[in-house]
């Protein structure tokens, strides 16, 4: 039990309703969820007010309650608060124990390859030693446990609960994915970030944040608000991380391919198998998180995961764990195993020909993804692209621009489309005008498109056309998600006609 006053000293409270002295049990914001004992917050959420389940939630139990406006009918103590996102993010770390004080915390976020650089962080500081934390996009690993993951970054009162096991359990560093929608909710609040992480942006998530500025706003909070014992990790390749280097607190770590400015710098690249070989070159001397110094030199890096994007996350992942003292042999033995994460550039099958599965998502990631076929060797090239469901007509459009662009530069005339009909839910349903959009850019651009209803359908003439050499790329969002099974199950059923 938790003295209910000592808690209310880390926000700003101001208005009480029936205020008492009381101990409570714990803390919950989802009214269905509440114990007996326990402080109610209402949260005003993006679909919902959570007040409209503070009658509910004391019908359940709760003792007290958190609200931006009272509810003189309710007979229960309330406490007014201006923001109570922000009190929520507060009341939970000082309930907790204030647990990312007692850990190694590395905040990463980008568009893209978040999840992957988060994988690969992880991956490097379990192969040095260290007992481990990760939050993402797809699991919340505590040490040996995993928890399937409902949101990118949890809700701040869920996020809190998730680190103060990882104390309990004796982890020492946490790697985890942090969204936009984390920043602008106020969810990372009071997580005391150690190395902080900036890799890329281009537009995404327009949709939740209005427009391009605010998004960019929200995601480099996390760099803008690093204090001044941490550590910012930015990619100078990438015009926006890039321009945050004068924009922080944080002691700056700067990296990159195309420029040779940063402290980091990659070069002698092959990728002529797409999966990368470089050289990491230290170019100025930098300090440790503790307090060692690394002096310039340089070391060779092979990647198992293929992509120009891996090389760009494998920087930003390199970069984090020279910050926490691993050796560059651990980093080298790692980064040659790690086997990277579902849909990310993944090769699901090197025979007669390739294919590869890509989660191609927005013109930062088709971009990326499209440019490592540049590097690579192989005879011809088949797109089989899903186009985005409920994403409208913008998006789809500059997903449709970025794609002409890069088949002009790889001199492919032809592609193959689909929506996915029967594999995608009511929620990223494509609907006639983002078709339309999309053909239209093709159109004009003088782009062949074989449009297919159904992905079964488009993926089985890729594999038709496919010969010796040949590399398929199955590319798109939720409507490719189960790309990769019918690909292979297809191919399975060819058997020995594959690479005719």
Known sequence: MTRLQDLLQ?????????????????????????????????ITGYSTDGHKYLGDAVRRGAAAAIVER?????????YVVPNSRIAMARLASAFYGHPSDKMTMIGITATNGKTSTTYMTNAILEQHGFKTGMMG??????????????LTTPESLDLQAYLKQMVDRGVSHVSMEVSSAAQETHRVETVDYDIVCFNNLSREHIDS???????????????????????????????????????????????????REGVLSCKDLDLSTGRAKFTVEIMKPFQTLGGERLMPGEFRVELRIPGLHSVYNSMAAIAIALLCGVSVATVQETLRTFGGVERRFEFIHENAFTIIDDHFANPGNIDVTLETLRYMDYENFHLVYAIRGARGPIINRENAESIVKWMNRLERHELIATRSQSHVNRHNTVSDEEVDVFLAVMNEAGIEVKLYEELPDAIGEALTQAGRGDLILLAGCQGMDPGAEIALGLLERLGSNEGR
């Open 209 to 259: 944040h209005g427009t391009f500025e605010n998004y960019f706003a929200a995601k480099s909070r996390l760099i803008r608000e690093a204090g001044t014992n941490s550590f910012a990790v930015l990619n100078l390749d990438d015009e926006h991380a890039a321009s945050l280097v004068t924009q922080t607190s944080a002691q700056v770590v700067t990296f990159g391919m195309k420029s």
């Open 137 to 150: 996009t797809v699991v919340i690993k505590i040490d040996d446990e995993r928890i399937p993951s409902e």
């Open 10 to 42: 880390n926000i700003t409270v101001t208005e009480a309703f029936q205020a008492a002295e009381m101990e409570i049990s714990g803390i919950s914001y989802h009214s269905q969820k509440v114990s007996q004992g326990e402080l109610f917050i209402c």
């Open 70 to 78: 009272i509810q003189p009918e309710i007979d229960v103590p309330q």
